[in-house]
């Protein structure tokens, strides 16, 4: 199976590139920004007209969620419609495509969190950006599999376990919010996770891949500090107090009932401290 993974020196691709590399029956391709722009439709389409990968795996994306709130067209054309030349060109070759997408496509006023196939309702650009590149893709190609996961953390770049670690190091006292909940994922189990998505092989549609349990901001970084055996003052804080550019979807739960469980983000968190060396 010829493989095209892009994106990949991000968050995820960095993991999803470790996860797929060693297998040999894979012919992996591998690109960053710097190989293929996404957005240029052309040379993404003389690309995958040359190389004709069977699975395009798209891991690129803009994802300041903040920066998105004054760079709408710029992240609506990244995130949204360079997925509609990549689907249409994935059609033309026979290639399937698979994307990633956000907890962030929903509007978080649903208590008990979001099914697969619930009703979508982004409040922020980045998350109509996201939406947007789920819809023109299910438009323009059946053979897709869209990957909704949430509150990634990972060794490449930055994210808010190393945040918190970092902010224990400067101050005495960290204000968290509370306010708001969701299912933090380990980069390295969503992609160990999208490996073996692939070798199973599932039928085409929308997926929610997340480590497991429930949690706020809040009673993560409580979590962080726990394991690492650090003393920090934590103080919970609304979202309204630490105001920022982009409003949060307050329930952000995504529920698989698709796919076997990952397991329980404060074991993942655990194999991440170790992995910073933190424990
Ligand atoms: N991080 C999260 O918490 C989270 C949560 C839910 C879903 N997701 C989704 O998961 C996927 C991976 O996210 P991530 O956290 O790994 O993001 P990331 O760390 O920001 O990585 C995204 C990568 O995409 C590249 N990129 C940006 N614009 C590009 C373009 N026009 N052409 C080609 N490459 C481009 C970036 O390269 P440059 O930096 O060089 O521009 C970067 O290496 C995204 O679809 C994201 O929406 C992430």
Redesign the pocket.
Same mark, same amino acid.
């Given at each position: 199976m010829k493989i095209l993974l892009?994106?990949?020196?991000?968050? =995820? +691709? &960095?993991e999803l590139n470790r996860a797929f590399s060693p297998d040999e029956s894979i012919d992996l391709i591998a =690109? +960053?920004?710097?190989?293929?722009?996404?957005?240029?439709e052309n040379a993404v389409y003389e690309f995958l007209k040359e190389e004709k990968p069977n699975l395009v795996i &798209?891991? $690129? $994306?803009?994802?300041?969620v903040d920066d998105c709130e004054t760079k709408e067209n710029f992240v609506m054309?990244? &995130?949204g419609h $360079?997925n509609e030349h990549l689907a249409k060109i994935c059609h033309k070759i026979d290639a399937k495509l698979m994307?990633?997408?956000?907890?962030?496509v929903f509007d978080g006023e649903k208590d008990d969190g979001y099914f697969e196939n619930d009703k979508t309702g982004p409040i922020n650009v980045?998350g109509k950006s996201?939406l947007l590149?789920e819809t023109l893709i299910q438009e323009n190609t059946d053979q897709f599999y869209i990957i909704?996961?949430?509150?990634?953390?990972?060794m490449?770049?930055k &994210?808010f376990v190393k945040t918190m670690l970092e902010l224990a190091n400067a101050k005495k006292t960290i204000s968290v919010v509370n306010d708001q909940i969701g299912k933090p994922?380990y980069?390295h189990d969503l992609a160990k996770n999208v490996f073996n998505f692939v070798k199973t092989g599932y039928d085409f549609g929308i997926y929610h891949m997340t480590n497991e349990r429930v949690t706020s901001w809040y009673d993560f970084a409580t979590n962080i500090f726990r394991i690492a055996k650090i003393n920090v003052d934590l103080i919970p804080v609304t979202s309204k107090e630490f105001s920022r550019p982009a409003k949060r979807p307050r329930i952000s739960t995504l529920i698989n009932t698709k796919l076997p469980p990952m397991r329980d983000h404060l074991d993942a968190l655990t194999s991440y401290l170790k992995e910073l060396k933190i424990i």
């Open positions: 892009l994106g990949k020196n991000g968050l =995820l +691709g &960095n =690109l +960053g920004h710097d190989g293929l722009d996404i957005t240029d &798209n891991s $690129a $994306a803009f994802t300041y054309d990244v &995130n $360079a994307y990633f997408s956000t907890d962030y980045y996201k590149g909704r996961t949430s509150w990634l953390f990972g490449q770049g &994210n994922t980069s």
